[in-house]
């Protein structure tokens, strides 16, 4: 008689996962020394700047939103609602690595097919500068379209644009602070050599701005 064959029967394997309650992980997180990334200190401008840049877009084209970089944090916040019956023609947004005279980076509307959601960066290509006095202060702005949409990338100069475009983008600036009871004025375009002249100046002031910091 062949005795019976032995199997060896597997008692059940506990599995212990190592994953932390989630009250813990956020514990743990919160103590951690851990840095974000800021949009304006560490994002590149891009290898092919002052003509062609990163544009980080704070508010998208047709908003009543005015949304803007907190400088402190990286994030992009509530500023306010327009006062004004107005929407922003464009996407608008701010290059990073620059530098201008308010002390802000350096302000770009960015001409394409479609709105793009706040704290996202495109790459744009600059075609003209529209110099502007916000409250006695110059305030210029960058007039650019996106370098990766087909059907505004071919733009060099903004005399390419349609004349109604560049009336559209001066009444909305002329308009826009104008329940608020702040002057804003602006002057006529320029062609976009003064684009790039003004995309490095504002990259040198930036650099200056940063050299003196380690100084310090």
Same mark, same amino acid.
């Given at each position: 008689?062949? &005795?019976?064959i032995?199997?060896?029967?597997?008692? &059940?394997?506990?599995?212990? %996962?190592?994953?932390? &309650?989630?009250?813990?992980?956020?514990?743990?997180?919160?103590?951690?020394?851990?840095?974000?990334? *800021? /949009?304006?200190?560490?994002?590149?401008?891009?290898?092919n700047?002052?003509?062609?840049?990163?544009?980080?877009?704070?508010?998208?084209?047709?908003?009543?939103?005015?949304?803007? =970089? $907190?400088?402190?944090?990286?994030?992009?916040?509530?500023?306010?609602?327009?006062?004004?019956?107005?929407?922003? /023609?464009?996407?608008?947004? %701010?290059?990073?690595?620059? =530098?201008?005279?308010?002390?802000? /980076?350096?302000?770009?509307?960015?001409?394409?097919?479609?709105?793009?959601?706040?704290?996202?960066?495109?790459?744009?290509?600059?075609?003209?500068?529209?110099?502007?006095?916000?409250?006695?202060?110059?305030? $210029?702005?960058?007039?650019?379209?996106?370098?990766?949409? /087909?059907?505004?990338? *071919?733009?060099?100069?903004?005399?390419?644009?349609?004349? *109604?475009?560049?009336?559209?983008?001066?009444?909305? %600036?002329?308009?826009?602070?104008?329940?608020?009871?702040?002057?804003?004025?602006?002057?006529?375009?320029?062609?976009?050599?003064?684009? %790039?002249?003004?995309?490095? *100046?504002?990259? $040198?002031?930036?650099?200056?701005?940063?050299?003196?910091?380690?100084r310090?």
């Open positions: 008689m062949v &005795p019976p032995e199997t060896q029967v597997k008692s &059940p394997v506990s599995h212990k %996962f190592s994953i932390p &309650p989630l009250n813990e992980r956020i514990l743990s997180s919160m103590t951690r020394r851990s840095v974000a990334a *800021h /949009p304006w200190h560490d994002l590149e401008i891009g290898p700047a002052p003509q062609i840049f990163n544009v980080v877009i704070e508010i998208s084209k047709g908003s009543k939103v005015k949304y803007e =970089l $907190d400088k402190k944090t990286g994030l992009i916040k509530v500023d306010r609602v327009l006062y004004s019956s107005v929407v922003y /023609p464009h996407n608008y947004g %701010f290059i990073p690595r620059t =530098l201008c005279d308010d002390s802000d /980076p350096l302000d770009v509307l960015v001409i394409m097919q479609e709105p793009i959601l706040p704290g996202c960066f495109l790459r744009a290509k600059a075609i003209g500068l529209m110099p502007m006095i916000d409250q006695g202060e110059k305030d $210029d702005k960058i007039i650019a379209v996106c370098a990766d949409d /087909p059907e505004y990338k *071919h733009y060099t100069d903004i005399n390419e644009l349609p004349p *109604h475009r560049l009336a559209e983008i001066r009444r909305f %600036f002329e308009d826009y602070k104008k329940n608020e009871n702040k002057e804003v004025a602006v002057n006529d375009f320029l062609p976009s050599d003064k684009a %790039f002249e003004a995309v490095q *100046h504002s990259q $040198d002031l930036y650099a200056d701005y940063i050299v003196e910091s380690l310090r």
